[in-house]
Nanobody
């Protein structure tokens, strides 16, 4: 049974930082591109960024570039999302998701491309 478990969310002030983690089990982690998405109340789930299976490439939504950084540790089956300079509009539930590397990177921006999802972790940024 595949499980993705996010952690590290919480309440932070405007301009603050958080490091989110997502630990996977039940799959060969190093075979999966790992993505982060977020969903704010009343909004669609949106792409944040993805890191390829080897960690060699990362892709970000334009609004996250320069503020958010994705990394991974395949030995720990964990992917990270470092969020800096947080703004109130970054308030959302953040989800990690897994996409097998055999599917390539063409669909990494689309939530329907991903096979497995975590339950999410809440990030709240106060003004």
């Amino acid at each position: 049974q595949v499980q993705l478990v996010e952690s590290g969310g919480g309440l932070v002030q405007d301009g603050g930082s958080l490091r989110l983690s997502c630990t996977a089990s039940g799959l060969t982690f190093s075979n999966y591109n790992m993505g982060w998405f977020r969903q704010a109340p009343g909004k669609e789930r949106e792409f944040v960024g993805t890191i390829t299976w080897s960690g060699g490439n990362t892709y970000y939504a334009d609004s996250m570039k320069g503020r958010f950084t994705i990394s991974r540790d395949n030995a720990k089956n964990t992917v990270y999302l470092q969020t800096n300079s947080l703004k109130p509009e970054d308030t959302a539930v953040y989800y990690c998701a897994a996409l097998h590397r055999s599917r390539g990177v063409r669909g990494i921006f689309l939530r329907e491309s991903y096979e497995y999802w975590g339950q999410g972790t809440q990030v709240t940024v106060s003004s």
